[in-house]
């Protein structure tokens, strides 16, 4: 089992930059790639970004390619997502998630793929 949970967010202007963090318990976590996903209102969830298990590589949406960062540090249990040069269409609820399966290489986009979610965090970037 994997418990997360999210903070960092709040409401920015066009171009800030926010840092969110996902702090996680359980013994798996070190095991497991991590993802970003977000949310607006209205939308479905999207795929934001995804590290290894090992963080060895990453993996990002087109549309937060060149601006967003995740990173995590297996020591502290904690995954971060630093986001840059935010755009209004960037407001989401963002919420980290764990893959179900654990030392794979293989990233996955599919929410369902992702078996331990946190609460969210909202991000809200204003013109």
């Known amino acids: 089992q994997v418990q997360l949970v999210e903070s960092g967010g709040g409401l920015v202007q066009a171009g800030a930059s926010l840092r969110l963090s996902c702090a996680a318990s359980g013994s798996t976590f070190n095991r497991n790639n991590m993802g970003w996903f977000r949310q607006a209102p209205g939308a479905e969830r999207e795929f934001v970004a995804a590290i290894s298990w090992s963080s060895s590589s990453t993996y990002y949406a087109d549309s937060v390619k060149g601006r967003f960062t995740i990173s995590r540090d297996n020591a502290k249990n904690t995954v971060y997502l630093q986001m840059n040069s935010l755009k209004p269409e960037d407001t989401a609820a963002y919420y980290c998630?764990?893959?179900?399966?654990?030392?794979?290489?293989?990233?996955?986009?599919?929410?369902?793929?992702?078996?331990?979610w946190g609460q969210g965090t909202q991000v809200t970037v204003s013109s």
């Open positions: 998630a764990a893959d179900r399966r654990r030392y794979t290489s293989y990233f996955s986009t599919a929410a369902h793929d992702y078996a331990y």
